[in-house]
């Protein structure tokens, strides 16, 4: 076994693998980028040496400097986590010339699961079942629209190095195949250096359910069971679970057996995931799924594996990696309960999921679930990289309790300096068809609106709201309170007028609300009618109350004015990125909510979208164009009156 190994990333996975090393007695290097130097990885590691500079390019994908930290600190292996590098071939092989162990699959294994072509046609050999299509190297406009007419309609075109969703096309009519083909093979160009594309039959109803495999450098290979991951938004896994609604054992064991045909096929080891696609309309059945692609990697919905099976999949990695048999016989591996994860986002649903960067006054997690965060109370939510601030990891003994255990979790977690994705998961909990087990791609998409919308706020939480902005709760209320007549106060949040009366010590009539307040801890104890526990938080000129599982979060703002309104004439970019489109002009009328730019940072596209209706009164911006955090893109006419 190891005694040294460094991690190749940051953020929650390499907290999480620190973690499980120390377990194991294996001391750990973290590395670092300048954005990093007091991230929670770096102070949970033994020693940690800076890589470089914050943006990825300067510092997580710079193999060679990583791997020369590993060389000096004395580390006998390298963990890549996941995403960075650890699906590089090429890394794995520096790693290996160095004298170093990957703590992964083989590079020839990596390759081989690289293109997804190659990958199908590799699976068809072992016997895997893949989506009927074209994956040859033929790539004749033409002779593909032939293969595209015998495949019948719908088809979908995928870009062969895609993955994810991206560089995919769906065709339903015969006279769209071509300019969707010229479309992917474009896209394909750009966005991976490789124009080839296969076409495939589209499976409609479409479920995400993949197969966590483990082997071993001993050609042994075991399946750890299914998860299906198909609530997912734009291809963003959201929330994931194991087992998958309606599993059945034989169809667990039909596709347990081809994931290991897969893993075995490429002489695979370490930790890896076979995805496959399923036709989700009427019941799991044998002959229902088909290969996507396999990733060659410890996924980031690891958790709930670990959770119905009670293996710890890092452990798994090192011991493997050190040469070890996998430490289970598939009849040995338990299959216990059930799990979900939910992953917890800076970003800003209500501006169509915008990350939502910033600083971390106020957290603090729910009860009753495995937290794997990369962040602290106090920790900025930097624009470099993916904005996730933890996940959170429920077990029950059935679905429905475990479901409602993370509805729960969630609902207890408090987090204030920044918006958070929170209650649109927790929307998500209480979703009928989702807690029915309906669990289709199209499920979010579908119900978004409804999803979005977090109601009117709680009168007790905005009351309590109006007390945290004027101050007023005091945690040493003087006994001896001076009985002047009942002093009223005001206060405008989103630009409402609130009167607050002040009635004895910590007394206050809020409107219709009588609220009485006593300090429990760092919290305070309410009676309102029934009691019950807040929090109150001020910061600046936000104020946030989290009680009874919701948050109400408003700002102070000016009578009459609203937080649209406050800045709503100026439209300025969220985080640094690259102006990919700009579809408004001076003078153009636009109604609140319309896609006005795109702008690509952290691997994604975000659209800025008008906050109000108005018109356009300047486009600070073209399309190309990079621009800093908070830049200004576009003006507004300033609302008349
Ligand atoms: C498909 C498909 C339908 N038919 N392939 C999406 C991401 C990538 N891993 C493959 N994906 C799909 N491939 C065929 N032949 C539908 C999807 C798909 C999808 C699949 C699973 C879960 C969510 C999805 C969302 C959109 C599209």
Redesign the pocket.
Known sequence: MFTKILIANRGEIACRIIDTARKMGVATVAVYSDADANARHVALADEAVRIGAAPVGESYLLGDVIIQAALETGAQAIHPGYGFLSENPDFADKIAAAGLTFIGPSASAIRAMGLKDAAKALMEQAGVPV?PGYHGANQDPAFLAERAAEIGYPV?IKARAGG??KG?RRVDDPADFAENLAGAAREGKASFGDAAVLI????LN???IEIQVFGDNHGEAVYLHERDC?L?RR?QKVIEEAPAPGMTEAVRAAMGQAAVKAAKAIGYSGAGTV?F?VDGAGGLRENGFWF??MNTRLQVEHPVTEAITGVDLVEWQLRVAAGQPVPLAQEDIPLNGHAFEARIYAEDVARDFLPATGHLHHLKFGTGARVDTGVRQGDDISPFYDPMIAKLTVHGPDRAIALASLGRALGETEIAGLTTNIGFLGALCRHSGFAQGQVD?GLIARDLEALRDMGTPNPALRALAALAALNLPNPQPHAGFTQWAPLTRHVVLEGEDISVTSLGPNRFQVGDETLQLAPAGPAWRVTAGRQFTATLLRFGDRVDVFAQGQHYGATITQPGASADEAGGDTIRAPMPGLVKLVSAAAGQVVKKGAALMVLEAMKMEHTMAAPRDGTIAAVHVAAGAQVIDGALLLEMEPQDG
């Open positions: 989506v979908l994810g969703g995919m495939e039959k589209y499976i479409p479920r995400h198909s997912q291809h995805e696609i996507m692609e791609t």
